[in-house]
């Protein structure tokens, strides 16, 4: 008995090294950061989806869903409106009317950045209020130039059903009221989440 007690030994010694070093590995550690594991946050394989509806920006009449915060620079001789923001509470519509399906709202901001040209900077959610998203957002910030005839911009994050989202979304413009200044815009968004 006692000639295999070395090499049991020596092979408990070598298990427990090891057992030591993966316990290391496995959490890793630096200062307040730390490596997780995804599936201890329940997610799964990834997966692409694809969403289309209609974005809504209504200036005018009793009850718009986009407002003027701030106004253009007044002493800039510009047609780009530089310096006009806008907070919105914009509906998103299965199709192009107003009257269509409300599949969510787009609630944010959007900023008039450019000296040159119409370019806004959008930062706005998608907050979903039908069906299996109902509740979960999709976050967009990027350049939208207004007059391009299509535009992208990405997807940076969202909440609910899309945590740790990410992708762009495609927009056109489809339609404009050149008086009112309102306007419908398409909208595809593309986006990876779990």
């Keep these: ?40 946050f329940g997610l799964g394989k990834e997966k692409l989806s694809h969403f289309r509806f209609y974005w809504h920006d209504t200036l005018s009449g009793s009850n718009p869903s986009s407002m003027q915060v701030v106004p253009p620079v007044s002493n800039y001789s510009s047609t780009t409106a530089f310096g006009l923001m806008n907070m919105i509470d914009n509906p998103l519509t ?63 994050g969202g909440t609910g059903l899309f945590q740790f989202a990410r992708g762009y979304v495609k927009l056109k413009t489809y339609e404009v009221d050149n008086n009112t200044r309102d306007a419908i815009v398409e909208y595809n968004c593309y986006v990876l989440h779990y």
Aim: proline letters at 4%.
């Design 1 to 40: 008995m006692a000639k295999f007690l070395p090499i049991f030994s020596s092979h408990f010694i070598i298990i427990f090294v090891f057992s030591i070093s993966i316990i290391l590995i496995s959490s890793e550690h630096h200062g307040s950061a730390k490596t997780l594991n995804k599936k201890d």
């Design 94 to 156: 299965e199709g192009p009317n107003l009257s269509s399906k409300l599949i969510g709202r787009a609630q944010g901001l959007y900023g008039a950045t450019s000296q040159e040209e119409v370019v806004l900077l959008m930062a706005m959610n998608f907050a979903f209020v039908q069906g299996k998203y109902n509740g979960s957002t999709i976050t967009v910030l990027g350049r939208n130039p207004v007059f391009s005839k299509m535009r992208e911009m990405p997807v940076i």
